[in-house]
């Protein structure tokens, strides 16, 4: 009890003194931390080992865990959840020399108990706030239950969805990317670490994991400098930026040196010229898994190339546990790297205030009080609805009529008497896991708060409608045997919503795909049901952006949903009958086929550029297909509709210091309320290397009544107009660029100004 107290106590002293004050008192005792430890249990610190109750890597079998931990041996384990099983393992560590507390980390990645849309999905909302919101509420839950640590935010840019963890990250853009990395930091750590809702951020993979050769997961990366400082880095430079107490190394090589030995990436770039504070962990095995590389000889090499890169901490690998003693012993890694990275561990662990209550983050009723909890599915229910993107909404068979928003859409329904006759077809109809997505592991038992689409539906429709269901087929069919069943219940139905996809394990770590085309039969059960004349709205759930060019051709309505978390269902609901204006916009191009990957908004014109989609003529294009993507990054439309005025600018030459205003009026000019992402891109034209054709510097989400109209102002400088000129140096040039605004990359106004001296 009179330890608690003075624990206390120094936790009140510790919050009143001034910041830089508390850093070097945390210094202090860090350092008379160290200052007691012997050698083998810094490497402890060093050592991270997963828990017995679940795994998300290959698992090493090992029944000695509890007693490595008392012994000092280990500093970090992750996928221990649940305050009794915290609580345990920290009692046992208690038991150890130096009493230094363990740190828990897990995956958290879209939500813990109450599961958020999948961090793409997310993205489509381009709500900043809101996905801060649900890091934040994610960091609660998973706080509650013991975890100190989530192994999120995923910053990688993909321009690849065949690469399986796209699904994971805020999608291909830099600028989108950085600010989604931010938010989602801010949210997990809260008001810092120290508050015993923060989770520790952990800024992954480092570096350009997203960029595996072919989309093929811990694939080779290879790339130049150039694009790397441009594309791939700058999301974690803003997670580092904003604070990330953690970063993860990557599984993949980086131009022939894997990214956990590189020196390069961490030590030079990260914990130097970034000024990283933090600690990086290894990803699962990656230090052992340089063997398989091809860079180290055996665990011995792996352990020495890794801690001297600046990987702190080995997650699973069991090369630092193994062989750093020996190492140091040996002279083959410094003393001052070992205490490096030991001192960044502890820092951590007194941030978190860990050293003065190792058991802070055990709190049963706590824990409880986050189960179930109201306010939390009110968020993700919210963020689900955001995440939703209307690819089209085309008059229904040129009747004169658009299928959604289904209420207050007269031609779609029974009149007098007679009820309306909807029919759900799909595999997914019925589906409740679905709904959560690929890394949702504790969720657990959930099922009474997960709806099925079917039941969304029919809370919205009846009484007045009768529901009709087919399955059709399954996911991955190849039998058309259900088909005639779907037809004939399409044939008896008003209108038709077809609920289509994925599996949602087909998206995750270790799920790339060569064919991302809709699976199965289920384009062809498209065009059966389409066959029948009838209304057909298609929804398509799915963790990667999916082919479907039948669909997108002939389908009047469609809805991409992703994966929506624990509401998914009645989100997607109120979409469709319109008690929610869709405002997504997609965070990713969407290509036609598997041969245009990777594909990207913000590309090089080439010296042979197409000066349209069907110009072939000895121009940088396919002689089978046109340039474009299905969907462009930025595109997602609502049920109103918004006209831009042209751009008009304060000025047409900016100097170093001034301030270039773009004003536009958005104009909401249909029939409802809604909400429209305002999309700012710019085109240098001439550089001293080349520059993209687009590259969004900005956006405004903007909130219209019907018939209401806004003037937007984008404000850029100078600063905003650099990029990486030969030698890697961060500048702008003078010239003349182009500016865009609009509703998609691919719908824009355009105006010119140029930078002079
Ligand atoms: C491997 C994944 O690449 C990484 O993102 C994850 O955090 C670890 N496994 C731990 O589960």
Redesign the pocket.
Known sequence: MKKKIQGLLLIAVLSALPAAAQRKNIDQKVDSVLKLMTLEEKVGQMNQYNGDWAA??PITKDGDKQNQIRQGKIGSM??VTGVDHTRTLQEIAMQSRLKIPLLF???VIHGYRTIFPLPLGEAASWDIEAIERSARVAATEASAVGIHWT??P?VDIARDPRWG?VM?GAGEDPYLGSLIATARVKGFQGKGLGNVDAVMA?G??FAA?GAAVAGRDYNSVDMSLRQLHEVYLPPFKAAAEAGAATF?N??NDLNGIPATGNKYLQRDLLKGQWKFNGFVVS??GSVGEMINHGYSKDNYEAAMQASNAGSDMD?ESRSYIQHLVKLVKEGKVKMAVIDDAVRRILKKKFEMGLFDDPFRYCNEQREKAQWNNEANLQASYDMAKKSIVLLKNDPVNNLGFRALPLKENPAMWMQGNTSTKIALIGPLVKSVKDHLGFWSYDWKDDTARIKTLWDAVKLKAEPGAELLYAKGSGIMDTSRAGFAEAVNVASQSNFVIMYVGEERVFTG?AKSKSNIHLPGVQEELIKAVMATGKPVIVIIGAGRPLIFNWTAEHVPAILYTWWLGTRGADAIADVLFGDYNPSGKLPISFPRAEGQIPIYYNHYNTGRPAANDSDMNYVSAYIDLRNSPQYAFGHGLSYTKFAYSDITLNKKTIRPGDKLEAKMTVTNAGKYDGEEVVQLYIRDRVGSVVRPVKELKGFQKVWLKKGERKVITFTLTVEDLRFYNEQLQYVYEPGEFNLYIGGSSADVKEVSFQIVK
Do not use: I, P
Request: glycine letters at 8%.
């Open positions: 998300t890597g992750l996928n980390g897990q995956d192994f999120a995923m963890r994971e952990c992954k993979h994991y993860m990557s599984f990803d699962w997650m770590e």
